[in-house]
């Protein structure tokens, strides 16, 4: 059964062009409720923990970088299908192929700028969900 939670963080290029309201509208606006919300700084250590599933990649450095060049926002978020929904809402992580109507689609400005993070699945959003809430 699918669980009703997810995690997203709006990423620095978002945060930095004023984009947290447009982009909480639209999750709301998408049937989530913002259950825990926390605007911080990565510092890199803690970027690059996050994405350690990523450490193998040409991508990761820049990654980690990009991530921590400002602040983002961490939310835990409820619906049914969350993991699922979600994704379909944020679109495809490179912009260029993300669906008219999506988060991407509107805000992000490329592959590693994508304006929205969005876990890939009901284990990820726990663990993700506790990286910055504890629970
Ligand atoms: P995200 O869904 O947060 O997961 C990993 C992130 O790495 C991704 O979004 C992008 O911000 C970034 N990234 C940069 N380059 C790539 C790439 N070539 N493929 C996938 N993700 C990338």
């Known amino acids: 059964m699918a669980t009703n939670r997810t995690f997203t963080m709006i990423k620095p ?4 062009d ?3 309201g447009g982009i909480l509208g639209m999750i709301e606006q998408g049937g989530f409720r913002i259950v825990e919300l926390q605007k911080v700084e990565l510092t890199p250590e803690r970027a690059g923990e996050f994405y350690a599933v990523h450490k ?3 991508f990761y450095g ?5 991530m921590s060049s400002g602040p ?4 835990i978020l409820e619906k049914d299908n969350a ?3 979600f994704r379909t809402l944020i679109g495809a992580t490179n912009p260029a192929n993300a669906e008219d109507g999506t988060i991407r689609k509107k805000y992000a ?3 590693e700028a994508n304006a929205v993070h969005g876990s890939d699945s009901d284990e990820n959003a726990e ?5 910055f809430f504890g629970k």
């Open 13 to 16: 290029d978002a945060t930095k």
């Open 18 to 20: 004023n984009h947290i």
């Open 56 to 58: 193998e990649r040409p």
């Open 62 to 66: 820049d990654l980690v970088k990009y």
């Open 72 to 75: 983002i926002v961490a939310a």
């Open 83 to 85: 993991v699922a929904d």
């Open 109 to 111: 400005k490329s592959i």
């Open 127 to 131: 663990i993700e969900g506790k990286f």
